[in-house]
């Protein structure tokens, strides 16, 4: 699962401003079954994430993200950054993956997702 998000702690002064979206243009779903049950799962979203923070703060911020693979196990993007003392936090991300075909190799008699 795909995330993005911060953090401010033990902050005297703060003010922040933040934007973020979560866009899901299409999910392609494909199951491969045969006589004993189902065999493979795929997930494929084409999916867009942005997020944006302008913050002033002391203490310590936290910026956190994190990109799904398609095993939805492991990731393709992931960062944590910390800030500490007096900033101006100014940071973008924008995160986006597209899905428009995968073909199965082993299956017959050759499954397609379009």
Same mark, same amino acid.
């Given at each position: &699962?795909?995330? @993005? =998000?911060?953090?401010?702690?033990?902050?005297?002064?703060?003010?922040?401003?933040? %934007? *973020? !979206?979560?866009?899901?243009? *299409? &999910?392609?779903? /494909?199951? @491969?079954?045969?006589?004993?049950?189902? /065999?493979?799962?795929?997930?494929?979203? %084409? #999916?867009?994430?942005? $997020?944006? @923070?302008?913050?002033?703060?002391? =203490?310590?911020? !936290?910026? #956190? $993200? *994190?990109?799904?693979?398609?095993?939805? /196990?492991?990731?393709?993007?992931?960062? !944590?950054? *910390?800030?500490?003392?007096?900033? +101006?936090?100014?940071?973008?991300?924008? &995160?986006?993956?597209? +899905?428009?075909?995968?073909?199965?190799?082993?299956?017959?008699?050759?499954? @397609?997702?379009?």
């Amino acid at each position: &699962m795909d995330f @993005v =998000g911060s953090s401010f702690l033990y902050s005297r002064e703060l003010t922040k401003a933040r %934007t *973020r !979206n979560l866009e899901l243009k *299409r &999910m392609n779903i /494909t199951v @491969v079954a045969d006589e004993n049950g189902v /065999t493979r799962v795929a997930l494929l979203p %084409t #999916k867009s994430t942005s $997020y944006f @923070v302008d913050a002033r703060a002391t =203490g310590i911020a !936290n910026l #956190k $993200y *994190r990109q799904a693979a398609e095993d939805w /196990t492991s990731s393709l993007n992931e960062g !944590n950054e *910390r800030f500490y003392g007096a900033y +101006h936090l100014n940071a973008g991300l924008l &995160m986006n993956s597209e +899905h428009k075909r995968n073909i199965f190799d082993d299956c017959w008699p050759g499954c @397609v997702i379009a």
